[in-house]
Each structure stands twice: as structure tokens, then as C-alpha cells.
């Protein structure tokens, strides 16, 4: 599936405005994302396509689910990117994560809506275990890690983890109790520690 539709447009005679893009700044890429300049699109996903993909693939693990979002966070950006208030360098990649997350979420709402409706978000509170050592461990392998949590799990420890959102603003995110935020952050924590056990014993 083709993230930027638009990429049609894109030609060999426009290899020179790729690469005077390719050199520009945040600031100068949104005014010509703006302009619907195709050029500035390729650049655009050229640079954060493979982190927002990440950001996308945390909270969604099946494939063709995740191409579907990704592609709807994409038309999200072209079309409300004159919204885009330029805050200093990384504003637009903190400003296009944002949206990736609120489609991912949006997606497990109302795609899921089954399987969110029967998670148990208030699940008693379990004493965490002390965090093993990560430094060995490779980031690819982490995110593999915290793909295999539970849905309700998985979506917590990302908001908490990765978003630094609080309790207070994932409750209000998902629709629960400060408290569940707590107890389902709790047990993901539990669960990663498990996995990291597991995979060391398994490289000695």
C-alpha cells in the first residue's frame, strides 16, 4: 500500500528539489508540505517514515492493520498540516507523532472495539518487580517485547513509557480509571521483566 499517494508526481526531473529539501529545515519542509509540494512529501517520509512507522507498529501489531493507519495517519498530516505551529527543530516530528498515536488509538476504539470493551482494566495491583538490565538487550528485540503484551497492557506502558503522558491523561485518553492506568502499567512492567529474563537466559 502506497503511504503518500502523491508520490506519483514524482519524477527524475524533480531529483534537484529532493535534494535541496533533503538539506532543509523542519520549518521550510511544513511550508512546502503545506504548498502540496511533492517533492517536500518524499523528503518528508524519506526522513520520519521509519520512526513513525515504529511509533505506529507499538500499539498496532497486525501488518495490515498497521499499513491501514499509517496510511490514514499520513492523510491526517497532508490535510491538517496548515495547522502546524513551527516550535523550534523536531516541533514537526513531535507534532506528526502526535498524530500517529491519536489514529493508533483511535483504530484499537473502534476497529477492536470487541476486544477492548472485554479487557479487564481494573485488575488488582500486583507488586512490581525490580527492572533487569536492558543495555545488552537490542532495541529491536525490546520492541518485540512490548508488541507481545496485551492489548490493554501494551497501551498504557506506550502512553506512559514513550508519550510521558500521566495516569490522569491516559484515563481520559482511554476512557478508564486513574487507578487501572496504574494496575495495567503495573502488570505490563511485570510481564516485559519476564520476557527480558527469559531472553538473557536464553544468550548465556
Known amino acids: 500500500m502506497q503511504v503518500f499517494p502523491t508520490f506519483a508526481?514524482?519524477?527524475?526531473?524533480?531529483?534537484?528539489?529532493?535534494?535541496?529539501?533533503?538539506?532543509?529545515?523542519?520549518?521550510?519542509?511544513?511550508?512546502?508540505?503545506?504548498?502540496?509540494?511533492?517533492?517536500?512529501?518524499?523528503?518528508?517520509?524519506?526522513?520520519?517514515?521509519?520512526?513513525?512507522?515504529?511509533?505506529?507498529?507499538?500499539?498496532?501489531?497486525?501488518?495490515?492493520?498497521?499499513?491501514?493507519?499509517?496510511?490514514?495517519?499520513?492523510?491526517?498530516?497532508?490535510?491538517?498540516?496548515?495547522?502546524?505551529?513551527?516550535?523550534?527543530?523536531?516541533?514537526?516530528?513531535?507534532?506528526?507523532?502526535?498524530?500517529?498515536?491519536?489514529q493508533a488509538l483511535r483504530y484499537l476504539r473502534e476497529e477492536k472495539r470487541r476486544e477492548w470493551q472485554t479487557i479487564d482494566w481494573d485488575v488488582a495491583d500486583v507488586p512490581e518487580e525490580d527492572d533487569p538490565p536492558v543495555s545488552d538487550i537490542p532495541p529491536d528485540v525490546i520492541q518485540q517485547m512490548v508488541r507481545r503484551l496485551p492489548t490493554g497492557y501494551r497501551t498504557v506502558f506506550n502512553l506512559y513509557v514513550f508519550e510521558h503522558k500521566s495516569h490522569q491523561e491516559i484515563a481520559q485518553l482511554l476512557g478508564i480509571k486513574k487507578d487501572s492506568s496504574a494496575s495495567q502499567l503495573s502488570r505490563a512492567k511485570n510481564l516485559l521483566a519476564?520476557?527480558?529474563r527469559q531472553y538473557t537466559n536464553t544468550q548465556q
Open 9 to 102: 508526481l514524482y519524477n527524475d526531473r524533480n531529483e534537484n528539489i529532493v535534494k535541496h529539501y533533503t538539506d532543509t529545515d523542519e520549518q521550510q519542509l511544513a511550508e512546502q508540505l503545506r504548498c502540496g509540494n511533492a517533492a517536500a512529501m518524499r523528503v518528508f517520509y524519506d526522513r520520519y517514515g521509519g520512526l513513525l512507522t515504529a511509533v505506529c507498529a507499538r500499539y498496532i501489531t497486525d501488518s495490515e492493520s498497521l499499513k491501514d493507519v499509517m496510511q490514514d495517519s499520513m492523510v491526517q498530516l497532508l490535510t491538517h498540516v496548515s495547522d502546524f505551529k513551527y516550535r523550534g527543530e523536531g516541533s514537526l516530528r513531535a507534532w506528526a507523532t502526535k498524530i500517529v498515536v491519536t
Open 194 to 196: 519476564q520476557m527480558i
